[in-house]
């Protein structure tokens, strides 16, 4: 028994061309959420200050819900490593230019080279 067996709505949506465009978009949005929940979680200074606590939670949450909402569509370790992707290197950049992390040129090749499998990824999904 597969999985669309399991799922009437899996073929569905997988035979949906529309569809694949908006996980993108969803899946772009979750990844930029995720960047603002490690600010805002780094900003907490450990959960101990409320709003920036709260704005952890919140954006970690969307984040998440956003993702799961992408993955409908998307495959899972496509959609999983291009998340992860976009909050790692958008973080890092943010990092680097907010709050003064190291830019040493090996590390700018690191985040480079996240981004260059991110962009892959999307390539070659065939959504």
């Known amino acids: 028994m597969g999985f669309a067996a399991l799922n ?6 997988h035979n949906n061309e529309r569809i694949g465009p908006m ?3 969803l899946l772009g949005i979750a990844g930029i959420l995720e960047i603002a929940f490690a600010f805002c979680m780094k900003w907490s200074e450990g959960f101990t ?7 952890t939670f919140a954006t ?3 984040s998440v819900y956003l993702l799961s909402l992408s993955l409908r569509t998307l495959p ?4 999983y490593a291009v998340w992860t992707g976009i909050g790692a290197a958008g973080t890092a950049i943010l ?4 709050l003064g992390d190291s830019a040493a040129p090996i590390r700018m090749l690191c985040i ?9 990824l999307k390539l070659v999904s065939g959504n």
Do not use: F, K, M
């Not at 009437?8 to 949506?13: A, D, F, V």
């Not at 990092?95 to 907010?98: E, I, S, T, Y």
């Not at 480079?112 to 892959?120: D, M």
């Open 60 to 62: 970690g949450l969307s």
């Open 8 to 13: 009437p709505s899996y073929e569905t949506l």
């Open 76 to 79: 899972v370790g496509t959609g």
């Open 23 to 25: 996980a993108w978009a």
């Open 49 to 55: 200050r409320l709003i920036p606590g709260l704005l």
């Open 95 to 98: 990092g680097v230019a907010v």
């Open 112 to 120: 480079g080279l996240i981004l260059t499998g991110v962009i892959g």
